[in-house]
């Protein structure tokens, strides 16, 4: 009686390992392929909007050529057209910088992982 008693509970060990074993696998490879979309698609949204940045700057500066022509022929630090122009080349620096700060850190963690 102890024998067929041992048989079932060897049985039903290995039917739990063939169930669970699969079933905790694909759980894992879900959860992966999820963090690893997640991360290129959020990446991807970043290029895109880094991509966006870069075309309105220059944009900008297209509009602006009459000002840095202006700047070029007379060349003075202390004119208001060189302080409009400074001042939206570190608005632009420090939005491209925050989006490459981003990028760098969430790469170096893709690449960590």
Do not use: F
């Amino acid at each position: 009686m102890k024998h067929t008693r041992n048989k079932r509970m060897d049985l039903r060990l290995k039917l739990y390992l063939i169930i669970l074993v699969p079933l905790l696998t694909i759980g894992g490879l879900i959860l992966w392929a999820t963090n690893y979309s997640s991360e290129n698609s959020s990446l991807m949204t970043m290029q895109h909007n880094n991509q966006k940045l870069a075309v309105n700057i220059a944009s900008e500066m297209g509009k602006e050529s009459a000002l840095i022509n202006s700047l070029y022929t007379s060349g003075s630090e202390e004119s208001s057209e060189y302080k409009i122009l400074r001042e939206q080349l570190v608005k632009a620096r420090l939005q491209s910088g925050a989006l490459y700060v981003y990028m760098y850190n969430k790469t170096s963690v893709c690449s960590r992982s």
